[in-house]
């Protein structure tokens, strides 16, 4: 097998879900015995986390022209230096930079992935700098088609999801002093605006005051969203059924004492998380969006809405707290599609990733 040499380029210093999905494709693809090295930022946590790993990581500061026209120049160095087979750059900044770059050091093959779900503006790091564009979800490569990027210059590469081990008990509900009846729907997201989570409490409002064993808890941190929904809950009166844990080092163990999981997300290039609730045995409700129906298996492991529609949020949550059978159906139905299928192993990333770079080198030799 064609052992290749790869650079991946990315500005952004936080550590979120793409520079997760960086470092998981980097790592399964040093097992198959390729050879990577990453140009990031030096503040940016991947930095750190990718030298923890063993791999060299070149930094540069990328914003501004003057770093501009340095870190191109220098980028071009790295790439003939290193006679890198393959540029893979992910955020517009790095993708004009590093991009021009491998265009400068004639690097066989520019691919840039695309992870977010927002609309684009220019198509100029999408199809003038890069020779090719992987996508996060079909979502995503339907509307990069949409806005002109040929169909086989554009290929979907799912994330990585870390799924860990079911544990056999949880101590959500000692620690939240729950009965064995109660039941709880969970939801695991970053306190972000477009992460909807006071429409999930508008959706369950109705249900927690008809009944009176209805929990809902969120796992997550986030100024200054975090202390807008406390400041929601208790204007509704709610505090004793709406729980807010902040961010917890413990997901599997919360995931394990949930009973439905919830995201009412407005924007969302693909939706992990729903993979890793599906894994754990738990039914989803989810919003009807970009790449979250790719997810999961609607009406099988999982119920969608439609955005904005409250109504049926509510509708889909009571199915699923009337029926347990539903819900221990819908559960199983999750772990055979996120776990059991392998579709969104380090292993399924690195065979798609592979295969792109191998035909699209080969195409671009012709």
């Not at 003939?80 to 690097?107: I, Q």
């Not at 210059?153 to 081990?165: F, G, I, N, R, S």
Request: aromatic fraction near 6%; hydrophobic fraction near 40%; glycine fraction near 8%.
């Amino acid at each position: 097998m064609t052992s290749l040499r790869i650079l991946h380029s990315e500005a952004a210093t936080s550590f979120g879900g793409q520079e997760q999905y960086i470092y998981r494709m980097m790592m399964a693809m040093r097992e198959r015995g390729h050879h990577l090295e990453a140009v990031c930022q030096p503040h940016a946590v991947l930095t750190q986390r990718l030298r923890d790993e063993g791999f060299t990581v070149h930094t540069m500061l990328m914003d501004g022209p003057a770093n501009f026209v340095k870190g191109v120049a220098r980028i071009r160095r790295i790439l003939r230096d290193g006679r890198f087979d393959v540029l893979n750059s992910h955020s517009r900044r790095d993708t004009m930079l590093a991009g021009c770059a491998g265009r400068l050091a004639g690097t066989p093959l520019i691919v840039r992935t695309r992870h977010l779900a927002n609309k684009i503006g220019s198509l100029l790091s999408y199809t003038i700098v890069p020779h090719r564009v992987t996508t996060a979800s079909d979502f995503v490569r339907a509307h990069l088609i949409d806005k002109g990027v040929p169909p086989g210059h554009v290929a979907t590469v799912y994330p990585a999801v870390e799924l860990q081990a079911v544990p056999p008990d949880s101590t959500l509900r000692s620690e939240l002093r729950l009965a064995p009846n109660d039941i709880v729907v969970g939801c695991v997201a970053v306190m972000r605006a477009q992460k909807g989570h006071k429409d999930l409490i508008d959706a369950m409002e109705p249900l927690i005051r008809e009944r009176p064993n209805v929990h809902l808890v969120f796992v997550g941190g986030g100024s200054p969203i975090f202390e807008e929904v406390q400041a929601y809950v208790a204007e509704k009166r709610l505090g004793k059924r709406v729980h807010l844990l902040g961010t917890r080092q413990d997901v599997p163990n919360l995931l394990a004492g949930f009973d439905v999981f919830a995201l009412a997300t407005r924007k969302e290039a693909s939706g992990t998380v729903f993979v890793e609730a599906g894994a754990a045995g738990l039914p989803v409700v989810g919003t009807r969006v970009d790449g979250v129906p790719e997810m999961m298996r609607e009406g099988v492991s999982g119920l969608l809405v439609p955005l904005d529609d409250r109504e049926a949020m509510t509708q889909a949550l009571r199915r699923l707290i009337e029926d347990p059978e539903l819900r221990r159906k819908m559960g199983e139905e999750g772990v055979k599609y996120c776990r059991d299928s392998g579709k969104f192993t380090a292993q399924a990333m690195a065979d798609r990733i592979e295969s792109c770079y191998l035909r699209w080198l080969a195409e671009r030799k012709k």
